[in-house]
């Protein structure tokens, strides 16, 4: 299915979100069934999709493996390595069409065509990416990225509530 004809009510989704994610999240261990919940909602929504899930800075030059839904996923991830340690190094959303042309693609499952990983801020500072893979090329499209961002930014309240 081309890019744009996978409508969503985004509007909708975030609604849930927020109310799932409410700033309460004191702890580590709420922090993690916080961000479960959010994975688990977007992969309840977000249709073509065979990974969704959070990467967690642990240490200044590695990601480790948060909470997600789909396959077994690569952990921990170096600083700049793959799209997600491409996009906290960076500091910016990164959208693959199509893995294969990603100099660098780590693989964590063979079905995965395309991908988006969006870092989770507090200030200035990545504290997590969210990630999510496709099993279509080219699947993200502008308005997808745009909520993806939404979300990180509402995760975010997670880390430093407003």
Not at 6 to 32: E, F, M, N, V
Not at 111 to 127: A, D, M, N, Y
Not at 144 to 161: I, T
Request: include cysteine; proline fraction near 6%.
């Amino acid at each position: 299915m081309p890019k744009g004809e996978i409508r969503l009510d985004y509007s909708g989704i975030l609604s849930q979100l927020d109310a799932l994610i409410a700033p309460k999240a004191t702890t580590i261990t709420r922090r993690y069934g916080e961000l479960a919940n959010a994975s688990a909602l977007l992969a309840l929504h977000l249709k073509q999709v065979n990974w969704v899930g959070f990467y967690i800075v642990d240490t200044e030059d590695q990601l480790v493996l948060g909470p997600f839904q789909g396959g077994p996923a690569c952990t921990p991830i170096d600083y700049g390595r793959g799209v997600c340690g491409t996009a906290w190094k960076e500091k910016r959303t990164i959208v693959v069409p199509n893995v294969a042309d990603f100099v660098g693609h780590i693989v964590c499952d063979t079905q995965s065509q395309s991908e988006v990983v969006v870092p989770v801020f507090v200030e200035t500072e990545v504290v997590a990416l969210l990630d999510v893979d496709s099993p279509v090329i080219d699947r993200f499209s502008p308005e997808d990225v745009a909520f993806l961002q939404a979300v990180a930014k509402m995760v975010s309240r997670l880390y430093f509530p407003s």
